[in-house]
């Protein structure tokens, strides 16, 4: 029999144990308007996921066999909910660590009759590690996480070989991770830090950047940037 030692960061912490974690992410929670407390409170039953309740059950949460996609940090969950709305032969897995973001979400996607997607307020790391099983994600996404563009927070950054070891674990054979950011240094590092990993190929033509996929829609930011 082997005993299963792995325990969760909560679990640690109710035992007194302190954990130190560097934290991709700053909690900037905001105030949530009125619509996204509301979509919240009315559909976090139906489309909310808890990291408490550990290891989903994809088929019964979602009463089939589709592929799964997993986005990691998706802000206000726009471009989300139409990849999800678009693509409705695929089951969407969101998560996001800011609650008015998670809120408003849940309101786009109930506002366009959106079904196949749920979502986290939860540490993506933690999640990873607790409540997905390995080989069984289609795809990975994590589009523009934050850069920590000063030299001495690069530490910070989500993107590191343990990350990318831990997407692979979970990726099904010949599943995608696809990353995409606007900052030049940050995607130099990500192409190192896929380039030296192991069990992944790139698929640029070039070994090492593809244009935007049509089916990644375009966010707010890159469009002001663009302009």
């Known amino acids: 029999m082997t005993e299963r030692t792995h325990k969760t960061i909560e679990q640690a912490e109710q035992e007194g144990k302190y954990i130190r974690?560097?934290?991709?992410?700053?909690?900037?929670?905001?105030?949530?308007?009125?619509?996204?407390?509301?979509?919240?409170?009315?559909?976090?039953?139906?489309?909310?996921?808890?990291?408490?309740?550990?290891?989903i059950d994809a088929r019964n949460l979602f009463g089939?066999?589709?592929?799964?996609?997993?986005?990691i940090g998706f802000g206000m969950g726009k471009s989300l909910v139409e990849m999800a709305k678009n693509a409705p032969e695929l089951n969407f897995i969101g998560v996001e660590v800011h609650k008015p973001g998670v809120g408003a979400c849940i309101s786009l996607a109930q506002e366009q009759g959106v079904d196949n997607l749920k979502v986290y307020e939860h540490d993506a790391i933690e999640i990873l590690a607790d409540c997905i099983a390995e080989s069984s994600l289609t795809t990975v996404q994590l589009f523009f996480p934050d850069p920590w563009h000063k030299k001495k927070h690069h530490k910070r950054r989500i993107v590191s070989p343990e990350f990318v070891e831990a997407i692979r674990k979970k990726l099904k054979v010949g599943g995608v991770f696809h990353m995409a950011t606007d900052w030049e240094n940050y995607a130099e590092c990500m192409l190192?830090?896929?380039?030296?990993?192991?069990?992944?190929k790139n698929l640029s033509e070039n070994s090492d950047y593809v244009p935007r996929p049509d089916s990644r829609p375009l966010t707010k930011f890159e469009n002001r940037g663009q302009r």
Do not use: C
């Not at 949530?32 to 550990?54: S, V």
């Not at 190192?192 to 992944?200: F, T, V």
């Open 192 to 200: 190192e830090d896929m380039s030296s990993a192991g069990g992944y």
């Open 21 to 55: 974690k560097v934290r991709s992410f700053v909690k900037r929670e905001g105030r949530l308007t009125n619509g996204q407390a509301k979509a919240l409170e009315q559909f976090w039953g139906t489309m909310g996921l808890e990291h408490k309740n550990g290891l």
């Open 64 to 71: 089939n066999d589709n592929p799964i996609v997993l986005e």
